[in-house]
Structures are given as C-alpha cells and as structure tokens.
C-alpha cells in the first residue's frame, strides 16, 4: 500500500511563504504524476499544481506565477513552493500520486495523503 505523508503547513500571513512536501513510501515501482489538491471549507477540492515524471507542469489559473511545484524523484517526494500567499489560499491541501504499488510493473492507482492545513490570515 503506497502512503503518502505531508508536512509544512501552517498559519501564515498575506504575503508569506511557505513550503509543503510529501514523501511517498519506498513500496512503490514507479510514480507518473504526483501533484496538489486543496479543499476550502464548503467548497469542492480543486486541483493546484501537478508534475509529470519527466517534470512537466500544470498550474491552476489562480496560483501560476505564485507557486512552484517541483519532484525529487529518487526520493518520491513531491514539494509545493508557495509565495506571495492570500487569504483566499486557505485551505487543506492534499498530496496525490499515480503510481504503481509494490516490486513489479503493473497497473497505477491513485493515492491521497491526509491532507495539511494551510492558513493565511493577518
């Protein structure tokens, strides 16, 4: 079972910074897309970044310029660089990958972390 864990959320003010990151478990064969999924309160989950395995990137409309994704793929880690945040950036943010589980080649599923908070208020 693959399992993601993320980390660097927080409470931060308008116009902070920060860094999300999350690692994948070594029971993986290979990862193709790993990205960045958030979720406000009422609101439906919504893609914000995703990277490819060879590192080409997508951003949702509302946060290209501002954030940077990035994979480091020896260490299935997938991180999230967030700059010049707003307050309409709260929300959880989740980690997602497609990957094949386990030693072999096989068919590729889609995993979730559980989720970081991410808080940007004055």
């Known amino acids: 079972q693959v399992q993601l864990v993320e980390s660097g959320g927080g409470l931060v003010q308008p116009g902070g910074s920060l860094r999300l990151s999350c690692a994948a478990s070594e029971s993986i064969f290979s990862i193709y897309v790993m990205g960045w999924y958030r979720q406000a309160p009422g609101k439906q989950r919504e893609v914000v970044a995703t990277?490819?395995?060879?590192?080409?990137?997508n951003y949702a409309v509302a946060v290209k310029g501002r954030f940077t994704i990035s994979r480091d793929k020896f260490k299935n880690t997938v991180y999230l660089e967030m700059n010049s945040l707003k307050p309409e950036d709260t929300a959880v943010y989740y980690c997602n990958a497609d990957a094949i589980p386990g030693g072999i080649p096989g068919p590729s599923y889609a995993y979730w972390g559980q989720g970081t908070q991410v808080t940007v208020s004055s």
């Open positions: 990277i490819s395995s060879v590192g080409v990137t």
